[in-house]
């Protein structure tokens, strides 16, 4: 499996968490750039979550939450900012889900990564 086809099955799996957890996805790959995608849109309750999700095959090379760089924060932020101002929207967080597909699938959720 390459890591394209790596990635959108942790999406998948991603997905089907947060549904079986009572979130709603609303968008997925959403692109404002090059630089910036966000990875799923869902609602719970009030709230928008934007949702970061990183998979890795194993942890032998690190953790999926190791991947999760300033740099790439703070792409996020700069998407997040483009979809609030396009909605209104004032109830919101970022959260990153970690996938880990071997030996076992492995799956954490951080809540609320950047205040």
């Known amino acids: 499996m390459n890591n394209k086809k790596t990635g959108s099955a942790g999406e998948d799996l991603a ?11 609303l968008e997925r790959n959403k ?3 090059r630089f910036c995608e966000i990875d799923i849109i869902a609602k719970i309750k009030d709230i928008i979550v934007f949702v970061e999700v990183k998979t890795r095959k194993t942890n032998l090379y690190g953790t999926p939450f190791e991947a999760v760089t300033k740099a790439k924060l703070s792409n996020i932020r700069k998407g997040v900012q483009y979809y609030l101002s396009e909605h209104k929207i004032n109830k ?20 609320n990564v950047i205040p």
């Open 31 to 33: 692109h404002y750039s």
């Open 92 to 111: 919101y967080r970022i959260d990153v889900v970690g996938i880990t597909l071997k030996p076992d699938i492995k799956i954490e959720h951080l809540k």
């Open 15 to 25: 997905c089907r968490y947060l549904q079986e957890n009572g979130y709603v996805i």
